[in-house]
């Protein structure tokens, strides 16, 4: 099923969310509600904040609807949700919901077991960690911040999303956040469960790995002709020479 003993010459590793470092299931069954069950008071009571207007108008433009008022947007959102649609307005509402609850101790994240460990030696052996997910920069540092190994966003170097890079399985998206690193395609890896986002990856010369964890929406499918890891300690990285 998996490829045991990857091993990558790369300066960073670019990390996927959903389905990679975290289970879909605890997004779905934990966050999704959280959020479903404030949209309303959200769009009733700051619709005027900037940001929450922002979104709003995005959902007006991408159902075509410019008089949707509040209970409209917020249907939209919900049938969004039930479709894990990853539609930029509803992760920015989301990522807005999920910090105030991250903050004040609602929630706390999810990471498969063998995740932070290999981040911590992959950080600690000088490779540079970057987040690119659907999920909002404002929801990645949450994520990041209240795990349940604590903060870990000192691990991190950096933060995409839709907006900030652009939609996951578009080619360009990639060649944005190369650039904003500074780190050429040939020097990054991307590690994500989708295998549309890992041929957009490949096709602008970044090395990519699908992984496949049983439960996920993606693990029958699998990942293509890409190579494969079930778990991140099945991937080896070398950077200036040394490697974990
Ligand atoms: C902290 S992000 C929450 C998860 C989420 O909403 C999402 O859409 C993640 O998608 P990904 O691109 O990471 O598969
Ligand atoms: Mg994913």
């Known amino acids: 099923m998996s490829l045991a003993g990857l091993t990558y010459d790369v300066d ?110 992959w950080h600690t052996a000088g490779v540079r960690l970057y987040v690119y997910s659907s999920g909002s920069v404002a929801a990645q540092r949450a994520w990041f911040t209240n795990s349940p190994e604590g903060d870990l966003t000192s691990l991190v170097s950096g933060l995409y999303d839709t907006e900030n890079a652009g939609p996951k399985q578009e080619p360009e998206s990639y060649r944005r956040i190369a650039d904003a690193t500074g780190i050429g395609p040939a020097r990054l890896l991307f590690l994500s469960d989708r295998p549309g986002e890992l041929d957009a990856a490949r096709a602008t010369g970044w090395h990519a790995v699908g992984i496949r964890r049983p439960g996920e929406p993606y693990y029958e499918q699998g990942v293509g002709d890409h190579a494969q890891a079930g778990t991140f300690d099945e991937i080896t990285i070398t950077t200036s020479g040394s490697s974990t």
């Open 12 to 121: 960073a590793v670019v990390l996927d969310i959903e389905g990679t470092t975290s289970a879909t299931g605890f997004v779905v069954d934990v966050l999704y509600p959280y959020s479903r069950s404030r949209f309303g008071a959200l769009l009733a009571e700051r619709g005027g904040d900037p940001e929450v207007a922002r979104a709003v108008a995005q959902v007006r433009e991408l159902t075509d609807d410019p008089e949707a008022d509040a209970v409209a947007v917020e249907k939209t959102l919900n049938a969004w949700l039930d479709e894990d649609r990853k539609a930029t307005p509803l992760k920015t509402l989301q990522g807005i919901i999920w910090s105030e609850g991250f903050a004040r101790g609602d929630l706390v994240s999810h990471f498969y077991d063998d995740v932070v460990p290999r981040l911590r030696a």
